[in-house]
């Protein structure tokens, strides 16, 4: 089907289940921000591959709501359909809901698929629509009506995360949660990072992420998995066992919510819950406290920190092989293109150590495809990199002992006295936060300032966040902490003591270039008992779109002590040819 018929036959659905709109969210069952293929059907129906945004079918409107990461790619996916776009400039408010309210009159019916939307999004539209006399139903999966060859539910074995790089047992682990379940008898799980964390397993179900499909829940003494059983190997079920979880078929996750008895106390995260989940629960007394595992995953044990350093240390080894055959064939007159970049980039991770997949498809954008903010160069579209203008590289890889993810612009030719201005804001905005020294409590959106004031002060911003929590060995963007503006989760998290985020402002400027430079960072507590940022990415900053002006001598000494660090740090595991190219990235200015 094209894209419209696919629309017109979601709109015949809903005239069958008496709909008179129908949302169509990003997410799969467990609210994961990246899905497996059997539940991307915002994309199936839209054409629309971003990965985030919302879509809003009527009989007379069919809307795609995305932010500004995306707005150019929704623009050229949606052009040849009915599908409309609406930007949403502040990536975190919920303007789809807000078009809801100004188009649906009393008396209409407002559905979705409970399994893919939470408690909480449900709570709250039946709170907005009822005053309106409009309601809300959760009971359908249109899209499995119209979805003629769906996808089936991974069947990846899942295996077991070794206590060398996890640092702490899944007995460890699971008492963590329970001394923080209160009197509760059970704590539900459907996040799989948290899932996978808590159990020490890993998967291939999700592209780039390590998780497998599966529910998690805590008792307090009994634990389950529930999983397709076929997924797990007689010795990682004996090891599961030891621990005294249980694994249980996937599906069985609604009957034994069900069976629950009155008198059964369960925590739930309703943000991370599905409405269908919530639903099954039934009469049991269910306490709502924001994840439990999610907060203990984020800070980072011992073993972790100690191990996040050397994957950094082979992701560099590998993005130097990378940039220097880069360099060398567009000097030579080798024809490549942004694909193709994207793809050497994974050969180079490849021969690495522990290295398992990249952690997200890389965003290539050459010139004014830098633009996009999160493009993904396609093998027939992809653009030819040529020796003139920037090219922004936003890559990462999974390895089995850390989550890696950079970002770096780097000039072609000479740059522009425009670009210079633009590449100077965001490399200092990048170190004001960096260099950040802010007391225990400071969160995320009080930081986020220290990144954009340069560009402010030249009535310029960017509208995604200026970075997000990372994984180890686990999904590269990781809540609840990050850097961001507003009163999303990011920026009301505190920072804590071994968080690991990414700090990534930049700038954009449609049809012509883009600019991001990106590092990961730990929260280090100093001997004033105050927080800091430790930087353990290890890749040369480019200089040559650098306006040295603008620059003052604290910023000069951040680059130069940076940059003396890499070359020191990465040099051993070079041959001499890119020990010299290295040296000349990370030259003292």
């Not at 071994?498 to 402002?505: H, K």
């Amino acid at each position: 089907m094209t894209i419209n018929q696919k629309i017109q036959a979601l709109r015949a659905e809903m005239k069958k289940h008496n709909l008179d709109a129908y949302i169509i969210p990003s997410s799969d069952p467990h609210i994961s921000e990246y899905a497996a293929p059997r539940w991307l059907s915002r994309e199936w129906i839209s054409g629309f591959t971003g990965s985030a945004g919302t879509v809003i079918v009527t009989q007379d409107h069919a809307g795609v709501w995305t932010d500004s990461r995306y707005f150019l790619q929704a623009e050229e996916e949606l052009q040849d359909s009915e599908f409309v776009l609406h930007k949403m400039i502040n990536q975190f408010k919920p303007y789809h809901i807000e078009w809801l309210t100004e188009n649906l009159s009393s008396g209409m019916v407002i559905g979705f698929d409970g399994e893919v939307q939470t408690q909480s999004f449900f709570e709250r539209l039946t709170d907005i629509f009822s005053k309106k006399n409009i309601t809300i139903n959760s009971d359908h999966d249109l899209i499995d009506f119209i979805w003629q060859d769906r996808p089936e539910i991974p069947l990846e074995p899942i295996f077991e995360h070794d206590i060398v790089y996890a640092g702490a047992t899944r007995e460890e682990k699971i008492s963590a949660a329970q001394d923080q379940m209160s009197d509760s008898d059970y704590l539900l799980i459907p996040a799989l990072d948290e899932i996978a964390w808590l159990y020490n397993i890993r998967g291939r179900d999700v592209e780039s992420n390590p998780v497998a499909v599966a529910y998690a829940i805590i008792g307090k003494s009994q634990h389950y998995l529930f999983t397709k059983k076929s997924k797990v190997s007689a010795e990682l079920k004996a090891a599961l066992q030891i621990a005294n979880v249980e694994v249980v078929e996937y599906d069985q996750i609604y009957t034994w919510l069900s069976s629950l008895q009155e008198n059964v106390h369960i925590t739930i995260d309703k943000k991370s819950c599905n409405n269908k989940l919530f639903q099954s629960i039934g009469t049991s007394n269910i306490t709502d406290k924001s994840a439990i595992v999610k907060h203990l995953k984020a800070v980072k044990n011992e073993t972790e920190l100690k191990h996040f350093p050397n994957a950094m240390i082979k992701d560099g080894v590998a993005l130097t092989h990378a940039f220097y055959w880069l360099e060398q064939s567009l000097a030579s007159g080798h024809t490549f293109t942004e694909y193709d970049f994207a793809m050497k980039l994974a050969e180079c991770r490849s021969k690495q150590d522990g290295y398992y997949g990249e952690s997200f498809n890389a965003i290539i954008g050459y010139n004014s495809n830098g633009a996009v903010i999160h493009y993904r160069p396609m093998p027939d579209t992809a653009k030819t990199i040529k020796p003139e203008g920037l090219l922004l590289v936003d890559s990462g890889g999974q390895y089995l002992d850390g989550t890696t993810d950079i970002t770096r612009t780097i000039a072609l030719s000479e740059p522009t006295e425009e670009q210079k201005l633009h590449y100077t804001c965001v490399l200092k905005g990048h170190i004001a936060l960096d260099r950040a020294v802010f007391p225990k409590g400071t969160t995320g959106g009080q930081l986020d300032i220290l990144a954009r004031q340069h560009l402010w002060q030249h009535g310029l911003n960017y509208l995604h966040g200026t970075g997000h929590g990372i994984g180890f060995f686990l999904n590269v963007h990781e809540p609840p902490q990050g850097f961001a503006p507003g009163t999303s989760e990011r920026a009301t998290t505190a920072h804590k003591v071994g968080m690991v985020s990414t700090n990534e402002p930049g700038y954009y400027q449609d049809g012509s270039h883009g600019i991001r430079i990106e590092n990961v960072v730990v929260t280090t507590e100093n001997e004033q008992g105050y927080l800091y940022h430790n930087n353990i990415t290890l890749f040369p900053i480019d200089m040559t779109p650098v306006d040295y002006s603008m620059l003052n001598a604290a910023e000069v000494q951040w680059i130069n002590d940076y940059h003396t660090k890499v070359y020191d740090t990465l040099s051993s595991h070079l041959s001499e040819e890119l020990k010299s190219w290295l040296k000349d990235k990370c030259a003292k200015i």
